[in-house]
């Protein structure tokens, strides 16, 4: 599966963003699906995942309570709402699939993810 995240740019702290990524290839239903961002300078850091199913989601402390992912598998998409944004929100962010056709597990773990898309720049200014 190939995954194209889009949707970012240079907000305001307090303001929102969606994000959305697009998978194509194969059908997503049959992945779990994270979020990861990379400020400059840092390492790369988990954001969110959602199960195979949409049932489960974890999120990272950092962003729970202000970001929300979502996904339609019937349009083969990955979603994160993310809302009150702050400066250190800023990163590139990146979509990443994982094979995983019988399990409802999310995960954590960046090695854990087959696939990985190009990332989408994510700026908030204070």
């Known amino acids: 599966v190939q995954l194209q995240a889009s949707g970012g740019g240079l907000v305001q702290a307090g303001d929102s963003l969606r994000l959305s990524c697009a998978a194509s290839g194969a059908a997503i239903s049959r992945y779990a699906l994270g979020w990861f961002r990379q400020a400059p300078g840092r390492e790369r850091t988990f954001v969110a995942s959602?199960?195979?199913?949409?049932?489960?989601?974890d999120y990272a402390d950092s962003v729970k309570g202000r970001f929300t992912t979502s996904r339609d598998n019937a349009e083969n998409r990955v979603y994160l709402q993310m809302n009150s944004l702050k400066p250190e929100d800023t990163a590139v962010y990146y979509c990443a699939a994982k094979w995983e056709p019988r399990s409802n597990m999310v995960f954590r773990q960046g090695p854990s993810y087959d696939q990985w898309g190009q990332g989408t720049q994510v700026t908030v200014s204070s």
């Open positions: 959602i199960s195979r199913g949409g049932i489960y989601r």
